[in-house]
């Protein structure tokens, strides 16, 4: 079955620094990918998807990154900000699967200097 | 923007009791999730929920589990004989359509502690 892990589970930056966080999956058949965010004692909000067919895709001071070849998926945040302090997780699900049904990464936990 | 509503946030049990965890889902929204995370673990899908009937649901979703959409509005959770290893954060989830890459809005979570 597929299986999601995330390269580091903590990450601080310096705001105004730009942020990477990093994603690997197993299944090379996966071939939607979602980017959340989750602050403490909320649930995961979605923030940018990307769909295989694609390398990139950018939306609002993020990109997501996607090698299929190597099977990982990066998140860059443009000019961190301490409102981006939270943990971030990558999801995976197959687009011809069940209506879409997430695996999902173990998290990393971004942290931000003022 | 519409959210996904979740009672209670917190919830205190003792092993062998019944519990239900309710969600609100988004109004126009049709199909409907549950996803548990255990502290520091992943996020695990436990089941969906479409036309009144489950559409999937994981190992994890045990005959202890049941979903129910009693009326046009909530969507319950029941553990009828809870566990330890039950405790955990409970996410209720909903989107509008089927397609994969339509979006899935998250609740806040309802922190289950079973003692």
């Known amino acids: 079955g597929e299986s999601v892990g995330l390269h580091l589970p903590t990450l601080s930056v310096q705001e105004g620094d730009n942020s990477i966080i990093n994603c690997a999956y197993s299944n090379s058949a996966s071939d939607y990918f979602i980017w959340y965010k989750q602050e403490s004692g909320k649930g995961p909000q979605f923030i940018i998807d990307i769909r295989s067919n694609m390398d990139k895709r950018q939306g609002q001071r993020v990109t997501v990154l996607l090698n299929k070849t190597v099977k990982h998926l990066s998140l860059q945040i443009a000019a961190t900000q301490p409102g981006d302090s939270a943990v971030y997780f990558c999801?995976?699900?197959?687009?011809?699967?069940?209506?879409?049904?997430?695996?999902f990464g173990k998290g990393t936990k971004l942290s931000v200097k003022p | 923007e519409p959210e996904v509503t979740q009672t209670p946030s917190h919830q205190v049990t003792q092993m062998g009791q019944e519990v239900i965890l309710r969600c609100v889902p988004i109004?126009?929204?049709?199909?409907f999730y549950w996803y548990r995370q255990i502290l520091g673990q992943k996020v695990e899908f436990l089941v969906s929920?479409?036309?009144?009937?489950?559409?999937?649901k994981s190992e994890i979703f045990d005959d202890q589990f049941s979903v129910e959409r009693p009326d046009g509005s909530n969507f319950t959770l029941k553990i009828r004989s809870t566990k330890l290893e039950d405790s955990a954060m409970y996410f209720c989830?909903?989107?509008?359509?089927?397609?994969?890459?339509?979006?899935?809005?998250f609740g806040s979570g309802t922190q289950l502690s079973v003692l």
């Open positions: 999801a995976v699900t197959d687009y011809g699967g069940s209506q879409g049904n997430l695996i």
């Open positions: 989830a909903s989107k509008r359509d089927g397609a994969t890459n339509e979006k899935l809005f």
């Open positions: 929920f479409y036309n009144n009937e489950i559409s999937e």
């Open positions: 109004s126009n929204h049709l199909y």
